[in-house]
């Protein structure tokens, strides 16, 4: 078996659920706690092959190259995988039930401190597209690569000649060719991407009419905005606002929280698997998020350490504080305490199955200490 860690991009065929059983089998997958014939059931009507197996690489595998079970994997049954899949599964609601309510008090929030300042509804947008535009070309002043940029003049120039072509397919083709090398070039980041990301709202029949009739950047009042925006909208002008032209919240207690929020909500709304990153390693974590679990939560101060570490941790952690700081409703902190306690009890059923699997026991013990020390603080009145 050659190194399981090495990226393959050779082309693989699709097999159907019995073969995907025998494809595990041969990679030291057991069949003990839940049998072939229930894991091929399993995968081909509750779940699907690739998002199960995203889940192994949370396990062991025996790693010297000399032994003839190389790359194969340790003590791991399927009906492990299956479980993380539905821990995942439950994980994701509860976080979309969360960052709802977060989004929902974020704008209440917003609102108040509106109205409190006596700000003029059409100014401020005006004044927070201006905002954005220019924190985002400052950014790309730092990262854009001009050599690089220039070299491709003469590409463009080329492309630019196919706009007066007489067929809309290839006036179209070279559009979405300058679009692309744009895009490369600006490193993704478009200074106007919070005005252009309303336009597209237009199509949907639930917003067809907010847009039609308010939708333009150019005369638009913040309450329209709210109703448009998408979850990182509504935090880029909660930041703008709360942090920065009304300095109102001390910015590096909440600051810090809504990137990861945000980052979780998206892997849930898009349904990513979230547990697997258990198996992974943070690349720039927040490290305030490890204090505040201990000194807010009361948190394990090892277990805690954790949030450096995997991504879901320090996300959820993240989240959990976000929460607790941002959404005052007794009603909606009851909610979610009762959802945190049920979820918590949930990820305790087949705790055994993990116990030989140091981090990911370790990290999946730190989600449910979060889970249960903020239902706790959440059902305080």
């Not at 050599?147 to 559009?175: F, N, Q, W």
Request: with cysteine; net charge negative; hydrophobic share 40%.
């Amino acid at each position: 078996m050659g190194d399981p860690d090495i990226a393959t991009t050779r082309k693989r065929p699709l097999i159907d659920a019995a073969q995907q059983v025998s494809h595990l089998k041969d990679r030291g997958v057991r069949f003990e706690l839940m049998d072939e014939w229930e894991a091929e059931r399993f995968l081909r009507e509750s779940n699907f092959f690739f998002k199960v197996k995203a889940f192994a690489k949370c396990f062991s595998r025996y790693a010297n190259p000399g032994s003839e079970r190389y790359g194969s994997y340790i003590n791991l049954d399927f009906a492990h995988l299956a479980e993380l899949t539905k821990l995942d599964h439950h994980l994701r609601e509860t976080v979309l039930s969360l960052t709802l309510d977060i989004e929902h008090y974020m704008k209440v929030e917003l609102n108040r401190a509106i109205m409190d300042a006596g700000d003029d509804p059409y100014d401020l947008m005006a004044s927070f597209f201006d905002f954005e535009r220019e924190r985002k070309v400052g950014l790309l002043e730092k990262r854009v690569d001009l050599d690089s940029i220039r070299s491709k003049a003469p590409t463009i120039m080329d492309l630019s000649g196919d706009l007066t072509a007489l067929d809309a397919r290839t006036v179209i083709s070279t559009l979405a060719s300058l679009l692309h090398l744009a895009s490369d070039s600006l490193d993704g980041l478009d200074p106007d991407h919070t005005e252009r990301s309303l336009a597209g709202l237009g199509g949907s029949l639930y917003t067809r009419g907010l847009v039609e009739k308010y939708g333009d950047p150019g005369h638009m009042a913040v309450w329209t905005y709210l109703e448009l925006a998408s979850f990182g909208g509504v935090i880029s002008l909660y930041k703008y606002c709360l942090f920065e032209r009304y300095a109102m919240r001390d910015g590096e207690a909440v600051k810090g929280l809504l990137f990861p929020t945000k980052a979780l909500r998206n892997a849930a709304a898009h349904n990513g698997n979230m547990l697997s990153t258990l198996g992974s390693k943070l690349g720039k974590p927040v490290g305030s998020i490890s204090r505040m679990a201990v000194e807010e939560l009361g948190v394990d101060r090892e277990l805690a350490s954790l949030t450096k570490r995997a991504p879901i941790v320090h996300d959820f952690t993240a989240l959990a504080l976000c929460f607790m700081h941002l959404v005052e409703s007794e009603g909606a902190r009851e909610d979610a305490a009762e959802r945190l306690r049920a979820l918590c009890g949930r990820f305790a059923v087949h705790g055994d199955y993990f116990s030989k699997q140091v981090e990911l026991r370790n990290g999946l013990a730190m989600l449910g200490e979060v889970m249960d020390k903020a239902a706790g603080l959440l059902s305080r009145p």
